[in-house]
């Protein structure tokens, strides 16, 4: 029987497990108390849903603020924009001023390391000292989080009742989606998905100067860097892909099969022995062979050292999350006057006898759990603060500034940011996203057309509106494309066994395999895949089997 990792076996092993897959297992003691038994005159009836941790009963009224003083700890992503800190800034204690002292509550932001938040998160977890909310993009590693004992069952009586309005927009989501293993586990923050704000950069002035245009397959990407390397200009930029497993999408084919979709399909653990990946690395191979890929690719291991690259000119493509405040381009253009951009379809990274697939999101935003450790107080308090949050003058806040500092208000009630302002209540260089991003992905005005605009000026950078044009007229030509992977309702157990193991492997595998010489790779894919399924990956795609055979999924 398939036992959890124990704190005595964590103490011995836990460091060398960081260090090799960026994974810890945890372990956390969880409180047996809940809001419904707290204490106190004034509560109010709350209503009755059926799936709460208790009956649903009266709850202490804290629209008074609390008693006593009152810590929670929130967590907020460290990006490494330079000059800022994340939890220390205008917009940290403008929220202190607003929501804490109104209601005695201390809010201490804890920065989550964007590109190491699972080790981040893994060892704050096993010495107990993890935020009160345990969040992460995508579904498969909140299940993971939730695994190691880390997070606790919900109330949605005591949700609705502290965060009235957060519930009125969200509880519906919450209950189709926050249940693991029949107990309520997660909330979310609301998505009104958009997908142009990923972009994809390349050199405009590299294209010019071999005479191309755009590539809109793979195979024409290919030529296109290969004329580059012959004009001496320089490369395709990539990365080390050690998480978010989505890199065989554009590889999928041109008909899938459902039933491979739903097995393979994982954010989670790469899918190694899908013939997606195979495909992906019989290109990456030729790429590398033929000196048209970065040949360090590999040691670009965040998106810092992909960026570096791209604004030193040594690669011609690069693709990140695009800013109005982005320095990308304007350091691109420090080093090179003459350079210029446009954005390229994603259709380039897809072989012409397949789809340009990519990762839908789920109707959902941010996946979030309460620390297990977290009192009743203080879990009433963060929902109090989400409550607030999503009210939408403090979201509008948030989002934009100071009216008339930090932007304007255009005829149609669109915020249009001062151009370069660089005062006290600077955003962030996302917009102070990872603040607002505990209750909706991106901001929303209601309306589709009126979005488009309002993300223009927050997504573009000044002079460069064609950019987030292109993307926003690519993804509504590929809008069919997008594909939903199965969100399972109980853990897979396996994966929270082998996932650290088995991400090592990845890493070493597939970086082997790009760079080895192209005899060398049927050979090696071969041996790599049944050491992979012998390491834990076929009880992974045995457990899912079961769970898509017995529908335990949301489809």
Request: aromatic share 14%; charged share 25%.
């Amino acid at each position: 029987m398939r036992r959890a990792m124990t704190c005595k076996r964590l103490a011995a092993f836990g460091v060398a497990v960081i260090m090799a897959a960026g994974v810890v297992t945890g372990c956390g003691g969880k409180k047996e108390e809940t809001a419904a038994t707290a204490a106190g005159d004034g509560g109010a009836a709350a209503s009755t849903e059926a799936g709460g941790v208790s009956e649903a009963g009266s709850f202490t009224d804290y629209s008074a603020g609390f008693p006593e003083n009152v810590t929670i700890k929130i967590p907020v992503y460290d990006r490494g924009f330079e000059g800022w800190d994340p939890a220390n800034n205008y917009y940290t204690k403008w929220i202190q001023k607003e929501f804490g002292d109104k209601y005695n509550v201390t809010l201490n932001y804890v920065a989550i390391n964007r590109q190491n938040e699972v080790t981040d998160y893994m060892q704050m977890i096993a010495a107990g000292s993890a935020p009160d909310i345990i969040f992460h993009y995508d579904m498969p590693q909140a299940v993971n989080y939730n695994a190691e004992g880390a997070m606790q069952e919900l109330n949605l009586d005591e949700i609705q009742y502290y965060a009235p309005t957060y519930y009125e927009k969200l509880g519906d989501t919450v209950k189709k989606y926050g249940q693991l293993d029949g107990k309520n586990t997660f909330f979310f923050a609301g998505r009104n998905a958009i997908y142009y704000n990923y972009v994809h950069l390349i050199r405009q002035d590299w294209l010019n100067k071999v005479g191309m245009e755009k590539p809109t397959t793979r195979e024409e990407l290919d030529t296109v860097t290969a004329a580059w390397k012959e004009a001496g200009l320089g490369t395709r930029g990539d990365y080390l892909i050690n998480k978010s497993y989505t890199y065989e999408y554009p590889f999928i084919g041109s008909n899938p099969d459902k039933n491979e979709l739903a097995l393979y399909l994982d954010l989670n653990v790469a899918p190694l022995t899908w013939q997606a990946t195979k495909d992906y690395l019989v290109t990456m191979n030729k790429e590398f062979n033929e000196g048209i890929l970065d040949p360090e690719f590999y040691l670009n291991t965040d998106d810092a050292a992909w960026k570096a690259d791209f604004v030193a000119g040594n690669v011609g493509t690069y693709s990140f999350y695009i800013a109005a405040n982005t320095d990308v381009i304007s350091s691109l253009k420090a080093n090179d006057p003459n350079a210029e951009v446009s954005v390229m379809s994603p259709k380039a990274l897809a072989p012409a006898d397949s789809h340009p697939y990519y990762y839908e999101y789920p109707p959902y935003g941010m996946v979030m759990g309460i620390n297990s450790t977290t009192s009743d107080m203080q879990r009433a308090a963060i929902w109090m603060f989400l409550d607030w949050m999503i009210q939408p003058e403090n979201l509008f806040y948030l989002q934009n500034g100071i009216e008339g500092v930090n932007y304007t208000l255009n005829e149609e009630g669109i915020a249009v940011p001062v151009p370069d302002f660089a005062g006290e209540s600077k955003l962030s260089n996302n917009n102070n996203k990872d603040y607002w991003c505990l209750v909706a992905e991106v901001a929303d005005y209601g309306d589709e057309t009126k979005n488009f605009k309002a993300n223009l000026k927050t997504l573009a950078p000044a002079g460069y509106e064609q950019l987030v044009q292109d993307a926003y007229d690519y993804d509504k030509e590929l809008k069919e494309y997008g594909i939903i992977s199965p969100i399972f309702t109980k853990s897979i157990e396996a994966t929270n066994e082998y996932k650290a193991d088995l991400t090592a492997m990845w890493q070493e595998f597939y970086v082997d395999m790009v760079t080895c010489k192209p005899q060398e790779l049927e050979a090696k894919y071969d041996a790599y895949c049944k050491e992979y399924l012998d390491n834990g990956y076929q009880e992974i795609l045995d457990e899912k089997q079961a769970l898509i055979d017995a529908e335990d999924y949301i489809k």
